[in-house]
T-cell receptor
């Protein structure tokens, strides 16, 4: 069965600090996709990244970076030099690669960046 | 493209009334998903369609919930009769295998049942 665990319910940091959001997943599939979505206070779900399970290269996009470690079933998300606009709930999710591609979401981590 | 469109954005109704939520997926996407988000249960999948055909409705809470997709550009989620515990934000999302299962979400419908 698919399962995504985001153990950090809430995190608060002061602006300009770095912060890492943890994500641990479980799946029996050998290939799968991992995702991060952002849900700002306005409520919409914004896609941030998709990672295929056979691509373990870390990815950096501006202040955002993702560390995928298949050995520990983790897909952690780091925000460097956090800003107030980063305040949101962040969801990690997992899906199959073939056939049904519904997303299995974690419970989310609420990040508050204090000015 | 306009993205996934949902209507209404907000709905307030009284217990026992019928509620219909609407979704227009992104053109060309052949998967459509309905999710519900509550504080208690987080984001949960209710049902999804592939090429207008319901594939998995195991997440639909009970018979009061029904979903249809009469064509590739329109889907509805209906609750009849509505109950206070149905109060939640309902999201519609669409995707295409050509985009690597990336799901694009609509803005959601916030439903309040009094």
């Amino acid at each position: 069965a698919q399962k995504v665990t985001q153990a950090q319910t809430e995190i608060s940091v002061v602006e300009k600090e770095d912060v890492t959001l943890d994500c641990v997943y479980e799946t029996r599939d050998t290939t799968y996709y991992l995702f991060w979505y952002k849900q700002p206070p306005s409520g919409e779900l914004v896609f941030l990244i998709r990672r295929n399970s056979f691509d373990e290269q870390n990815e950096i996009s501006g202040r955002y970076s993702w560390n995928f470690q298949k050995s520990t079933s983790s897909f952690n998300f780091t925000i460097t030099a956090s800003q107030v606009v980063d305040s949101a709930v962040y969801f990690c999710a997992l899906s199959e690669v073939t056939g049904a591609n519904n997303l299995f979401f974690g419970t989310g981590t609420r990040l508050t960046v204090i000015p | 493209d306009a993205g996934v469109i949902q209507s209404p954005r907000h709905e307030v109704t009284e217990m026992g009334q019928e509620v219909t939520l609407r979704c227009k997926p992104i053109s060309g996407h052949d998967y459509l998903f309905w999710y519900r988000q509550t504080m208690m249960r987080g984001l949960e999948l209710l049902i999804y369609f592939n090429n207008n055909v319901p594939i998995d409705d195991s997440g639909m809470p009970e018979d009061r919930f029904s979903a249809k997709m009469p064509n590739a550009s329109f889907s509805t989620l209906k609750i009849q009769p509505s109950e206070p515990r149905d109060s939640a934000v309902y999201f519609c999302a669409s995707s295409s295998p050509e985009r690597g299962n990336e799901q694009f979400f609509g803005p959601g419908t916030r439903l309040t049942v009094l």
